[in-house]
Protein backbone atom coordinates (compact mmCIF):
# COMPACT_ATOMS: atom_id res chain seq x y z
CA UNK A 1 0.00 0.00 0.00
CA UNK A 2 1.24 3.35 -1.19
CA UNK A 3 2.29 6.03 1.61
CA UNK A 4 0.13 8.99 2.23
CA UNK A 5 1.58 12.44 1.47
CA UNK A 6 1.09 14.35 4.09
CA UNK A 7 1.54 18.40 3.92
CA UNK A 8 1.16 21.14 6.53
CA UNK A 9 -2.25 23.21 5.64
CA UNK A 10 -2.64 26.52 6.95
CA UNK A 11 -5.93 27.81 7.41
CA UNK A 12 -8.12 30.10 9.61
CA UNK A 13 -11.58 32.25 10.51
CA UNK A 14 -12.70 34.65 7.92
CA UNK A 15 -11.44 38.15 9.77
CA UNK A 16 -7.92 36.64 10.26
CA UNK A 17 -7.73 36.54 13.95
CA UNK A 18 -7.61 32.46 13.67
CA UNK A 19 -4.93 31.10 12.11
CA UNK A 20 -3.91 27.09 11.92
CA UNK A 21 -1.86 24.26 10.60
CA UNK A 22 -3.03 20.76 10.76
CA UNK A 23 -0.34 18.15 9.33
CA UNK A 24 -2.92 15.59 7.03
CA UNK A 25 -2.89 14.18 3.46
CA UNK A 26 -2.95 15.87 0.52
CA UNK A 27 -5.30 13.95 -1.15
CA UNK A 28 -8.55 14.35 1.83
CA UNK A 29 -11.38 12.37 2.98
CA UNK A 30 -13.62 14.52 5.11
CA UNK A 31 -17.01 13.72 6.67
CA UNK A 32 -20.25 16.10 5.90
CA UNK A 33 -22.89 15.51 8.60
CA UNK A 34 -26.08 15.67 9.07
CA UNK A 35 -26.52 16.58 12.96
CA UNK A 36 -28.36 20.02 14.01
CA UNK A 37 -25.44 22.21 14.62
CA UNK A 38 -23.14 20.48 11.67
CA UNK A 39 -25.60 20.70 9.31
CA UNK A 40 -26.61 24.82 10.04
CA UNK A 41 -22.64 25.49 10.03
CA UNK A 42 -22.11 23.39 6.34
CA UNK A 43 -19.02 22.21 8.53
CA UNK A 44 -16.94 19.47 6.61
CA UNK A 45 -14.65 17.82 9.24
CA UNK A 46 -10.93 16.66 8.43
CA UNK A 47 -10.40 14.98 12.27
CA UNK A 48 -6.59 14.86 13.16
CA UNK A 49 -4.57 13.84 16.46
CA UNK A 50 -4.58 16.04 18.76
CA UNK A 51 -0.93 16.44 17.96
CA UNK A 52 -1.01 17.37 14.07
CA UNK A 53 -2.80 20.41 14.87
CA UNK A 54 -1.41 23.90 16.25
CA UNK A 55 -3.30 26.95 17.01
CA UNK A 56 -0.86 29.43 15.57
CA UNK A 57 -2.75 32.99 16.21
CA UNK A 58 -6.14 34.03 18.10
CA UNK A 59 -6.71 31.89 21.53
CA UNK A 60 -7.72 34.99 22.68
CA UNK A 61 -10.10 35.50 19.98
CA UNK A 62 -11.89 32.18 20.63
CA UNK A 63 -15.09 31.64 22.40
CA UNK A 64 -16.51 27.63 23.34
CA UNK A 65 -19.64 26.33 23.17
CA UNK A 66 -20.76 22.86 24.50
CA UNK A 67 -24.47 21.61 24.82
CA UNK A 68 -26.05 18.37 25.19
CA UNK A 69 -23.48 16.32 27.05
CA UNK A 70 -20.68 19.30 27.38
CA UNK A 71 -17.75 16.95 25.54
CA UNK A 72 -17.47 18.65 22.68
CA UNK A 73 -15.76 22.37 22.89
CA UNK A 74 -17.57 24.37 19.86
CA UNK A 75 -14.42 27.56 19.21
CA UNK A 76 -15.78 30.33 17.61
CA UNK A 77 -13.73 33.41 16.65
CA UNK A 78 -14.99 36.01 18.86
CA UNK A 79 -14.46 38.61 15.94
CA UNK A 80 -16.45 37.18 13.03
CA UNK A 81 -18.07 34.12 14.69
CA UNK A 82 -16.18 31.31 12.32
CA UNK A 83 -15.78 28.11 14.12
CA UNK A 84 -12.91 26.57 12.02
CA UNK A 85 -12.16 23.64 14.33
CA UNK A 86 -13.36 22.26 17.53
CA UNK A 87 -12.79 19.33 19.87
CA UNK A 88 -15.19 16.72 18.97
CA UNK A 89 -17.21 14.61 20.76
CA UNK A 90 -16.63 11.38 18.89
CA UNK A 91 -13.14 12.57 19.22
CA UNK A 92 -11.89 14.42 22.40
CA UNK A 93 -8.45 13.14 21.51
CA UNK A 94 -8.27 15.30 18.52
CA UNK A 95 -9.66 18.06 16.69
CA UNK A 96 -11.85 18.41 13.77
CA UNK A 97 -10.97 21.56 11.33
CA UNK A 98 -13.46 22.70 9.13
CA UNK A 99 -12.25 22.04 5.41
CA UNK A 100 -14.01 25.05 4.14
CA UNK A 101 -11.69 27.13 6.73
CA UNK A 102 -8.54 25.46 5.14
CA UNK A 103 -6.30 27.29 2.26
CA UNK A 104 -6.82 25.44 -0.85
CA UNK A 105 -3.04 25.87 -2.40
CA UNK A 106 -2.14 22.59 -0.48
CA UNK A 107 -5.34 20.03 -1.21
CA UNK A 108 -4.51 18.03 -4.10
CA UNK A 109 -7.79 16.40 -3.69
CA UNK A 110 -11.29 15.84 -1.65
CA UNK A 111 -13.58 13.23 -1.54
CA UNK A 112 -16.52 13.96 0.66
CA UNK A 113 -18.48 10.98 3.05
CA UNK A 114 -21.71 11.36 4.26
CA UNK A 115 -21.85 11.12 8.28
CA UNK A 116 -24.92 9.86 10.24
CA UNK A 117 -24.58 12.11 13.10
CA UNK A 118 -28.98 12.83 13.77
CA UNK A 119 -27.64 9.21 15.13
CA UNK A 120 -24.93 9.93 17.25
CA UNK A 121 -25.19 7.35 19.39
CA UNK A 122 -25.34 4.49 16.86
CA UNK A 123 -22.64 5.79 14.33
CA UNK A 124 -19.87 7.70 16.28
CA UNK A 125 -17.68 5.15 16.56
CA UNK A 126 -17.33 4.81 13.41
CA UNK A 127 -15.12 8.15 13.55
CA UNK A 128 -13.36 7.18 16.79
CA UNK A 129 -10.11 6.12 14.75
CA UNK A 130 -9.52 9.33 12.85
CA UNK A 131 -7.80 11.02 15.63
CA UNK A 132 -5.57 7.85 16.98
CA UNK A 133 -4.88 5.94 13.62
CA UNK A 134 -3.33 3.20 16.33
CA UNK A 135 -7.23 2.38 17.00
Known amino acids: ?4 TLAVHRGGCHCGAVR ?23 FLHLI ?7 LL ?16 QHLFCSICGVKSFYVPRS ?11 IDPSTLAS ?6 DGQN ?6 GLAALSNPHR
Open 1 to 4: MPTE
Open 20 to 42: FEVTAPTKLTVQRCNCSICRMHD
Open 48 to 54: VPHDRFS
Open 57 to 72: SGEDRLSRYTFNSGVA
Open 91 to 101: NPDGYSVNLRC
Open 110 to 115: VQIEDF
Open 120 to 125: WEANAQ
